[in-house]
């Protein structure tokens, strides 16, 4: 009788202690922005996206379309985002468009997709002083302090390739 008290104790204090791991939030950023949009991907999913309106004040994580949580956004409307073209260098990335519910057309501030495959959309993220680098296929994100070190890095591992 002992032996079943002493294990249901341990087997309550080890699941409250799992209960309580799960419960610590995964507080996004630019540097984990990919690892935090694949925890969403789960099941049949094939994308998480998130999306931040007008004032970049709040954003949204939807799962293949679906709005399935609001978080506080970590940045703020300053926020610049390029694509990169070998050939051109870094381009500014015209504003997405986006339908609400009532089919009303809203100003979006920032969006970024994560894909099933790890993969993401291949973007460059200027803010606060640093440029992020959402390029590298199932890499972590880079991170630069500018954009001409950026580009340096890219025209170098481009000669690099063609050699």
């Known amino acids: 009788m002992i032996v079943i008290v002493i294990m249901g104790i341990v087997y309550t204090l080890a699941v409250v202690q799992l209960q309580n791991v799960k419960d610590e939030k995964f507080v996004p950023s ?18 998480a996206r998130l999306l931040c309106l007008d004032d970049c004040s709040e954003c949204g994580v939807y799962v293949d379309g679906e709005k399935v949580t609001t978080i506080e956004s970590f940045f703020d409307e300053s926020v610049a985002v390029y694509r990169y073209d070998f050939l051109l260098g870094a381009l500014a990335v015209q504003d997405a468009v986006y339908f609400n519910e009532e089919a009303v057309q809203e100003s979006v501030c920032f969006s970024f997709e994560m894909y099933r495959n790890n993969v993401s959309e291949q973007l460059l993220v200027a803010y606060d002083d640093k440029i992020y680098d959402f390029i590298p296929y199932f890499e972590k994100t880079l991170v630069y302090d500018s954009l001409e070190e950026l580009i340096e890095q890219k025209e170098k591992t481009v000669q690099e390739v063609m050699q």
């Open 30 to 47: 630019f540097l984990n922005l990919k690892e935090y949009l694949s925890s969403f991907i789960e099941g049949d999913a094939k994308s």
